[in-house]
């Protein structure tokens, strides 16, 4: 699964990676994510590719009551988006988030009391891109548009199978070359095998 994401980053480098313009710099500040505290962060929509935006991690689709279920919609199994009610409605809504590593804890007993925390990251820890979906949902009680996206997830590859030792699961890093082919709807082509582990 992912939880917890960095970006270290500058607005600069991120904008000139991309190729697409910040929308609001102020918004942006280079950190550590924790998926469990709904932060905003970088995202580029295949609504408007040429723009980076800030959505809320925990996706809330546009029938839900309240934003109670962004805690279980931080992450979406690819294998199965088309058949969730949570991710359904949003599989036209294609996104990339913006990031230049994660982190996975390693159980290193059975119940999982003992762990070991890894930071995954791209050779030189160049900035990369987890698929993503987003959704646009209205407050009832305020009228506001709230714009939320989930992380991808994939079985994991030879590595991260050792790491993330128990669900065995990944999230879904796009290939540079097949970025825009991500957002445009074609099919997509995962980079599985360039992550580097370090233990922290």
């Known amino acids: 699964m992912c939880f917890h994401s ?12 991309f190729k697409a313009k910040i929308e609001n710099e102020a918004l942006f500040t280079p950190t550590i994510y924790n998926g469990f505290q709904f932060p905003t962060t970088p995202v580029i929509t295949n609504k408007q590719p040429d723009k980076i935006q800030f959505y809320s991690w925990g996706l ?3 029938w839900a009551k309240d934003d109670s279920i962004k ?3 931080l992450n979406a199994r690819i294998e199965t988006i088309h058949e969730k009610p ?4 949003s599989v036209n809504n294609r996104c990339l988030i913006l990031a230049d590593g994660f982190y996975e804890w390693q159980w290193l007993d059975d119940k999982g009391k003992q762990k070991q925390k890894y930071e995954l990251t791209l050779p030189n820890n160049e900035l990369f891109a987890f698929a993503g979906l987003y959704s646009e949902w209205i407050n009832k009680s305020t009228g506001e548009i709230i714009n939320t996206y989930t992380v991808l997830t994939t079985a994991a590859n030879d ?10 699961r990944m999230p879904v890093i ?7 082919n991500w957002l445009s709807g074609q099919e997509l082509i995962m980079q599985n095998d360039r992550l580097r582990a370090k233990e922290i």
């Open 86 to 89: 949570s991710f359904r409605n």
């Open 71 to 73: 805690k279980n919609t």
């Open 60 to 62: 809330i689709p546009f």
């Open 6 to 17: 960095k970006l270290s980053k500058s607005a600069q480098e991120l904008q000139n990676r």
């Open 174 to 180: 796009v290939e540079i070359d097949n970025e825009q």
């Open 159 to 168: 590595l991260m199978s050792k790491i993330h030792n128990t669900k065995k």
